[in-house]
């Protein structure tokens, strides 16, 4: 079996930091924030080049609290691309804000410039780019964009650890950027984990009180917040593979490359711009045919692979309804053609060779 990801293949090659790591968080008792969070937020913060990292509980509760923090809510509106995870879209809504959906560009998968600014009205006030699969926004060309129209701007950077555009990291270039670091992420915890950056000392401070039931100090209440903080288990294992992240990144980019050269006379390969980073969360071939079909005899010959996404947000229960008149031809021409291959660092040439193998076999047969 060929998995989409082996997390216990990269455990057993870290067994000893993290082991010992483990066992220090515990010897010390420093369970909830504390020193170990505390440790990892500074790291991460000059990892991604700010000044603040709020840690807190998940990636999604990151998002939440960051348009908390920014003092989003009843009448404004926020965009999103039309191709996320859910809670990208989420998060606008249990702020009591409306999300309105911008369709992508179908070459990067990303949140397209040209239909963003076709969907900013007067009630707009933030958008929220996704670095999809990895592959980094054109930040220096949103931020424009943002600051011509007085946008706020939360980069989502939970599939995007470490991607550059310019040399400058994902999460640096907005007023506010979150992660998560849920276990399958390129950075990611033994459970449910996730992060706020910023370089506003204000905002950062007003999120980290959200987290922590508006408590600056113990029972000193400013408002109603909520329980929002990371655990020092996840903080400490996050410290210890944050050292690894740039060399497992360099493998998944050396993988790609082999992916490409070996499928990129049979399959639509992902390509990216010299300027950028791409940090390949996922390996995302495109404009398949069959892909169900394909999907279903790579799985029968030992091959797992997944679909991110099934359907685009505004497609979803939860806002067909109310997605209103925009359209989006090129999320929708994504989705219908995509299929996400194995991915992780510690892959090796002979899966990769097996992977396209059985795709040359299938689309030639
Ligand atoms: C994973 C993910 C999230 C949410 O993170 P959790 O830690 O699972 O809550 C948000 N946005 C995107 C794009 C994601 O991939």
């Not at 949103?142 to 470490?162: K, S």
């Not at 903080?235 to 790609?256: F, G, M």
Request: hydrophobic residues 40%.
């Amino acid at each position: 079996m060929i998995p989409l990801i082996d997390l216990k293949k990269q455990y057993l090659s870290i067994k000893n930091e993290i082991d010992e790591a483990m066992a220090s968080v515990i010897d010390d008792v420093s369970f909830i924030a504390g020193t170990y969070a505390q440790k990892f937020e500074e790291e991460f913060a000059s990892y991604i080049g700010v000044k603040h990292c709020v840690a807190c509980a998940n990636g999604t509760d990151a998002l939440e609290m960051a348009l908390e923090a920014l003092g989003l809510g009843e009448g404004d509106e926020v965009i999103v691309p039309a191709i996320s995870w859910i809670s990208t879209a989420e998060c606008v809504s249990k702020v009591g804000a409306s999300v309105v959906f911008a369709d992508v560009d179908y070459e990067t998968n990303n949140i397209s410039l040209k239909h963003l600014e076709a969907t900013i009205s007067s009630k707009t006030k933030a958008v929220i780019p996704v670095h999809l699969f990895g592959n980094p926004v054109d930040m220096p060309k949103l931020m424009q964009i943002a600051d011509r129209h007085n946008l706020y701007v939360v980069e989502d950077c939970a599939q995007a650890h470490g991607a550059t555009v310019d040399g400058r990291k994902a999460g640096s270039f907005g007023h506010m950027a979150t992660f998560s670091f849920y276990p399958g992420k390129n950075l990611g915890a033994y459970g449910d984990a996730g992060g706020i950056v910023t370089n506003d000392e204000k905002l950062a401070e007003k999120a980290r009180l959200i987290g922590n039931h508006g408590q600056a100090k113990k029972f000193e209440f400013q408002f109603e917040g909520r329980n929002s903080r990371m655990d020092g288990l996840q903080a400490a294992i996050l410290s210890v593979k944050l050292k690894h992240l740039d060399n497992w990144t360099s493998l998944r980019i050396q993988h790609v490359e082999y992916y490409n050269a070996l499928l990129k006379d049979v399959v639509d390969v992902p390509s990216y711009k010299h300027n950028m980073k791409h940090v390949f969360h996922q390996y995302v071939i495109k404009g398949l045919k069959d892909r169900d079909e394909l999907k279903q005899f790579l799985l029968s010959e030992g091959i797992q692979t997944a679909i991110h996404y099934p359907e685009i947000l505004p497609y979803i229960v939860p806002y067909k309804e109310t997605h209103g008149e925009f359209s989006f031809p090129n999320a929708e021409k994504v989705v219908t053609g995509i299929l996400s291959l194995p991915m992780f660092p510690e892959m090796t040439n002979g899966q990769i060779e097996k992977v396209t193998d059985k795709i040359k076999g299938f689309l030639s047969a």
